[in-house]
């Protein structure tokens, strides 16, 4: 069975760092582009940062563009977020998914097939 496992949220000053780790199991983790997601209460979901899997394409949204650095270590089936320079609108809950690399795209979470429990991250102003 699949599973996608988050690590890495917790609570950390603007301008800070943090670094998300997305541990995946029970897939074939070199046919799956991997994805972050987050949601703010109240808020839609959105697509962070999203990278297939030898990196021939990399997602980001404009919002975390410069800031954020996905990455992905194939070996260990990690996918990681970087999150740098830290704003308090950045506080949210962080998933990590998998899509099949062949169809759908890297920014459409309804094309993606599996999703971890989420972590939060909060960004104290």
């Known amino acids: 069975q699949v599973q996608l496992v988050e690590s890495g949220g917790g609570l950390v000053q603007t301008g800070g760092s943090l670094r998300l780790s997305c541990a995946a199991s029970?897939?074939?983790?070199?046919?799956?582009?991997m994805g972050w997601f987050r949601q703010a209460p109240g808020k839609q979901r959105e697509a962070v940062a999203a990278k297939t899997p030898t990196g021939t394409i990399t997602y980001y949204a404009d919002s975390v563009k410069g800031r954020f650095t996905i990455s992905r270590d194939n070996a260990k089936n990690t996918v990681y977020l970087q999150m740098n320079s830290l704003k308090s609108e950045d506080t949210a809950v962080y998933y990590c998914?998998?899509?099949?690399?062949?169809?759908?795209?890297?920014?459409?979470?309804?094309?993606?097939?599996?999703w971890g429990q989420g972590t939060q991250v909060t960004v104290s102003s």
């Open positions: 029970g897939l074939t983790f070199g046919q799956y582009t």
């Open positions: 998914a998998a899509k099949v690399f062949y169809s759908g795209s890297s920014s459409r979470q309804e094309d993606y097939n599996y």
